[in-house]
C-alpha cells in the first residue's frame, strides 16, 4: 500500500482532473462512448493525460492510463474504491444480494467460494475434460472445411467451462438450453447498463427472463442431487456443500449467482482471446512456424497434453499474452469512490466513478515498445514487459484481478496444443479487414470471422517421450534439512494483495509453499536453502497473478 499512500499523500489538496470538452446536455459524452469505448478512452488519453474527467449522463467519470494512475485504481482498498457500486450492471445477471450486489465481506466469502475449482490442483483434473471438448470439436469439424472463428470458440469455450466448472447436467443434459441462456446473460452485459441496467429494453427483457429459467434449472438440479446417494464432486455440488463463515448455507438462487459469476470469469473472457490467438498466427506466419515448431518438439505426433506439458511452452505462452496486450478481453474497469483521493496534485471526489483502460494503457510508446507492432518477444528476457503489473493487465490488477486468468490461459494453451498440430489453417478475407469489434463490451474479432482448415500432414513427426511421464510433486511438503546459519538462503517475499490462492506454486514446489482450505498461502520458510532456488523460481513464474518475488544475495 505504500505506491497508493505516496500518489494519495502528495499533496493534501488538489485540483480537479483536466475535463473533456464537449459533452451534450443530459447525455454527456454517453454517444461517442458507445459508439466506440476503446477509441473514446484512447482520445481522452492522448489529449489530456493519465488522469482526466468527462460525463455520462449526470455522472462524473475520471478515467485514469498509465502504469501510476493505475497504480491507484488497483492497489486502493475496498474502502476507498468500492467495486461493488460500480458493476451494478452485474445485478441483474448474478442476483440481488450476490457477489457485487453484497457487503464486501459477503462478497469476499462468495468469490472464495469460486477458488477451489481454480486451483492448480483442479486444472489437472480439468485438462482431460477441455481435451473432451476440443476432440469433440474436431469431430465435428472433420477433415476440412470453413468456419466462423468467433462462433466455433464462442461454443468450445462455453462446453469447456461448463464441462469443468459446472458439471455433467450443464453439460450434458441442458447444452442447447444453457447455450442459449447464457448468450442472453452475455447481451445483458453492454454500454448502456452501466448507467440504466432495468430499462425495459428487448435485451434485458430476454437476460432476466435467461435469470429466471437458470434459476429453475439449478433448483431442479439441487433436488435431484438431494435424492442421489453418491454424489458428484464438481463445482455445483461444491457449492451446494460449502458455508459462510457463519455457518449458513447458500440458498438456490445465491447458488445460481456464483455459478454464473464462474462462467463469466472462466468463459466470457476465453473466447475472443482465443480467437484472435488463432488470427494473429495467421497474420504473422514466422511467428506460426515457431509456435508450431515448438508444439512439435515438445509433443511430436502422438505425445499426451496434460497440465504439466501445458506448463512450458513460451512461445505460445508469449504470443497469447501478447494477443491479450492487444486485444485485452476487459475495455475498461470501475469502481465507485467512496472517499476523497489524492493523485499527484490532484483531488478525485468521494461519489466520482474512476474508469481503469487495459487496451489504452497496452498501447503507450513509455510502457511498451512499438505499441502497436505485434510482438511475442517483448515478454522474453531482459525485455520483461509483463513484469510491471500496472502496465500490463489484460485481466486487470490487484487482489480483484479476474480469478479465472488462470483457467482461461490453461483453456487457450490446451487449444491450441491440439489444434495447431492437427490443422492447417488460413484466412478467408484480406487480413486488415480481421479488427475487434469495440460495440460489445466483451471484446471479440468483428463477425464474419471467417478461416478454412484442412487435417494437417503430419507423417514426418516422431512420437517423443511424454512430459507427463515426468515425476510429479507429491502434493506434500518435504523435510527440511537441517542447516547451520551460514549456509547460503533466498528469500521468497508474497505480495499478499495480489495473492488469490490458485496454489499454482504449492503444485511446483510443496516443500515451499502450502495453500489452506481458505486459500491463505503459507510459506514454510521464507529464506529456505539454496538448493531449492530453482524450485522457487518456478513457482514464482508458474504464479498467475505474480504475487511471488524471489530476491538471492
Known amino acids: 500500500m505504500a505506491d497508493v499512500e505516496a500518489l494519495n499523500n502528495n499533496h493534501l489538496a488538489g485540483k480537479e482532473p483536466p475535463a473533456l470538452k464537449g459533452g451534450l446536455p443530459l447525455l454527456g459524452h454517453m454517444i461517442p462512448f458507445a459508439r466506440n469505448p476503446f477509441l473514446f478512452m484512447k482520445r481522452v488519453s492522448d489529449e489530456l493525460g493519465e488522469i482526466a474527467q ?12 498509465g502504469d501510476e494512475a493505475s497504480t491507484l485504481f488497483y492497489r486502493s482498498s475496498d474502502e476507498q474504491l468500492d467495486q461493488s457500486a460500480a458493476y451494478k450492471l452485474m445485478t441483474p445477471i448474478f442476483g440481488e444480494g450476490i457477489v457485487f450486489d453484497a457487503p464486501i465481506d459477503r462478497k469476499n466469502q462468495q468469490l472464495r467460494m469460486l477458488m477451489p475449482a481454480l486451483r492448480g490442483e483442479a486444472m489437472r483434473n480439468h485438462a482431460d475434460k477441455i481435451l473432451i471438448e476440443i476432440e469433440d470439436l474436431s469431430r465435428q469439424w472433420g ?9 466455433a470458440m464462442k461454443l ?24 442459449a441462456i447464457y448468450h442472453d446473460l452475455e447481451k445483458g452485459v453492454n454500454a448502456l447498463a452501466y448507467s440504466f441496467p432495468n430499462l425495459p429494453l428487448p435485451s434485458f427483457r430476454k437476460r432476466d427472463r435467461a435469470r429466471m429459467r437458470l434459476h429453475e434449472l439449478v433448483r431442479d438440479i439441487v ?17 451446494i456443500d460449502t458455508r459462510y463463515d457463519d455457518g449458513s448455507e447458500l440458498n438456490t438462487d445465491e447458488i445460481t449467482g456464483i455459478l454464473v459469476a464462474a462462467i463469466f470469469a472462466g468463459h466470457h473472457t476465453s473466447s475472443g482471446t482465443a480467437a484472435w490467438v488463432l488470427l494473429e498466427l495467421l497474420k504473422h506466419p514466422q511467428i506460426l512456424r515457431d509456435v508450431r515448431q515448438e ?19 513460451p512461445k505460445l505462452e508469449n504470443t497469447l499474452k501478447e494477443v491479450l496486450r492487444l486485444h485485452p478481453p476487459l475495455i475498461v474497469l470501475m469502481r465507485q469512490v467512496a472517499e476523497d483521493l489524492q493523485f499527484k496534485n490532484y483531488t478525485i471526489h468521494k461519489g466520482d466513478m474512476v474508469w481503469a483502460s487495459p487496451p489504452v494503457t497496452h498501447r503507450m510508446q513509455h510502457l511498451f515498445d512499438n505499441p502497436e507492432v505485434f510482438d511475442p518477444d517483448r515478454y522474453e528476457q531482459p525485455r520483461s514487459q509483463d513484469k510491471n503489473l500496472m502496465a500490463y493487465q489484460p485481466f486487470g490488477g490487484g487482489k480483484h484481478k479476474c480469478s479465472g486468468n ?14 495447431l498440430r492437427r490443422y492447417d489453417f488460413e484466412l478467408v478475407d484480406p487480413p486488415q479487414t480481421y479488427v475487434d469489434d469495440y460495440g460489445e463490451m466483451i471484446v471479440q474479432p468483428r463477425s464474419p470471422c471467417r478461416i478454412r482448415y484442412r487435417l494437417r500432414d503430419t507423417s514426418h513427426l516422431k512420437p517423443t517421450a511424454s512430459s507427463a511421464a515426468k515425476p510429479q510433486s507429491s502434493g506434500c511438503p518435504l523435510h527440511q534439512p537441517t542447516a547451520s546459519d551460514n549456509e547460503p ?13 490458485h496454489a499454482m506454486c504449492m503444485g511446483e514446489a510443496p516443500e515451499l509453499f502450502q495453500v489452506d482450505s481458505s486459500g491463505t498461502l503459507h510459506l514454510t520458510d521464507e529464506h529456505p536453502l539454496n538448493q531449492h532456488l530453482e524450485k522457487a523460481k518456478r513457482a514464482a513464474g508458474h504464479c498467475p497473478n505474480q504475487a511471488l518475488r524471489i530476491e538471492t544475495q
Open 223 to 239: 433436488k435431484k442431487r438431494e435424492r442421489q446417494s453418491e454424489k458428484p464432486t464438481d463445482m455445483f455440488q461444491m457449492l
Open 406 to 419: 488462470a483457467f482461461a490461459m490453461f483453456q487457450i494453451k490446451a487449444i491450441f496444443a491440439v489444434l
Open 54 to 65: 468527462f460525463k455520462i449522463f449526470n455522472q462524473r467519470m475520471v478515467l485514469l492510463t
Open 143 to 151: 477433415d476440412a472445411g470453413e468456419v466462423d472463428l468467433v462462433a
Open 295 to 313: 508444439l512439435d518438439e515438445l509433443f511430436g505426433a502422438d505425445d499426451e497434453v496434460t497440465f504439466q506439458s501445458l506448463r512450458e511452452i
Open 156 to 179: 468450445l469455450t462455453i462446453n469447456t467451462a461448463s464441462h469443468c466448472l459446472l458439471g455433467r447436467e450443464f453439460r450434458y443434459e441442458l447444452t442447447d438450453e444453457f447455450a
Open 489 to 501: 538462503r533466498f528469500r521468497i517475499v508474497v505480495d499478499r494483495q495480489l495473492c488469490q490462492g
